[in-house]
Every structure is written in structure tokens, then in C-alpha cells.
């Protein structure tokens, strides 16, 4: 049977993780994937008009959004934000970060944080004043979507091990999202650029990376405060991602 949601690669709705509080994320509310320039027209309007997706947060270098575009999910309505991660050196004129040999998946995470801390916060902002659902998306939608989704749940207060496990729950799709950048404009031949490590989908890259913005940041807490995210913008994106109590 085809997928309501076919030609997203790594699309999954992130629900049901407890929070430190004992509430849990309410479902239908917030969603994660690749590019969604290559959905089908039925798949985009699925987005729509069945999970009423009403913000899309496209975290895309600038370039990637001009030259790869929206796709389908363009001209329906829904408030399309873009903000963009920066990802350090590029390849040429391609999107491919040119990654530390040492260690490229945690160097990649910090460069996000570091370079575009604005950009980061304002996920967390967004979501904190959405109307409706929410889809987060980047190109494979593993990287800088799975950073700005550790940081959304870190602030709801789930629990790490539950904020990695998230982060690692579909290792195929991000595996096959990587394969299908050697097609996409911003990408193709660069892809060669990428180490071995940027085909997997390793849990323990997303704990080495929490815990140096736990040491360098005083954890996404003080990551978000020294960017205009404070306590109350906190508590309204946990009034709004997390059900309420009974």
C-alpha cells in the first residue's frame, strides 16, 4: 500500500515521549522529515488538509531552498519559515559541509549551534507560537533536523536517553535520504565529500553532542536564554507541545 506521505524518505511525528513533569508530548502536533520537494502532489496535500500541517520550518541553506525549492507543499496554504543552519565550509558551489576527519558528526552538530544560534532558538520560538501542527525539515532530515528536534525536547524536559533515542529511530530512512542526495542539484557528485560516518545514524553522536552543549552552553537551557528564549517563551512551547495535565 503507497504512503499517504510517499517520495519523504525520513517523515515520522514526534509524540509520546514523557517529560520530566510526568506529561507527555501530545500527538498530531509536531512531525519531522527530509526534503519535501520530492512528495507527490497527494502526499503534500495529506500534509495539509489530513494532519493539518500549518507550519513548515525548512532549516535549508539558502541556495539548497532556491535551487532545490518547496516542491508541491508550496503553494498550499501553511506559513513556510526559513531557518537556515549554517554547516560550515561547503564543497565547491554544492551543500555538502566539509566535515572533521576526527570526529564529523559531533563537529557538524556544534558548527549548527555555534554558527547559527539564532536559528536554532528560533525553532523553539516557532513552535512556541504555532497555530497547529508543525513539520521540521532539513535535506535527509537527520542532521540539522535531528539537532533542532533534541533541542525542542531537551527544553520540554524529556529525558536524554529518550531525546537520542529519538534521534536514532529510523536509521533506513536517513541511510536512504542520504543516497538520494547524489540526485538533488545542491549535492550530486560532492556527496563523495561525506566520511563512512554520514551514512549512519549513531545514537552516541547525538549524546557527545548534548553533552558538550550541556558543557559549553550550560546545557539547551542556557543555549536558548543567550538567544532570546527565555523561561516563559519555554513554558509556552511546553503549554503547546505537551498534553495537559489531568
Known sequence: ??????????????????????????????????????????????????LGVRTVIDLRLPHELEREGRGPLGPLPHRHRHLPFEVGALVGDSSVGVMDPDDPMVSTYLTYVRASPEAVAGVVGELAAATGPALVHCSVGRDRTGVAIAVVLEALGVPREDV???YAADPAGARAGMERLRSMAT???????????????????????????DTEFGGVLGLLAAH???????????????????
Open 1 to 50: 500500500m503507497l504512503s499517504p506521505t510517499a517520495g519523504l524518505l525520513h517523515f515520522r511525528e514526534v509524540a509520546g515521549l514523557p517529560a520530566a513533569d510526568g506529561r507527555r508530548v501530545r500527538r498530531g502536533l509536531l512531525f519531522r522529515s527530509d526534503t519535501p520537494q520530492f512528495l507527490s502532489d497527494a502526499g503534500a496535500r495529506h500534509l495539509v488538509e489530513v
Open 164 to 166: 537520542v533515542a529519538e
Open 187 to 213: 549535492y550530486g557528485a560532492a556527496v563523495a565529500a561525506f566520511p563512512p560516518e554520514a551514512y549512519e545514524t549513531d545514537p552516541v553522536s547525538m549524546r557527545r553532542f548534548l553533552a558538550a552543549v
Open 228 to 246: 532570546g528564549i527565555g523561561p516563559a517563551e519555554v513554558e509556552r512551547l511546553r503549554e503547546r507541545l505537551l498534553e495537559q495535565p489531568t
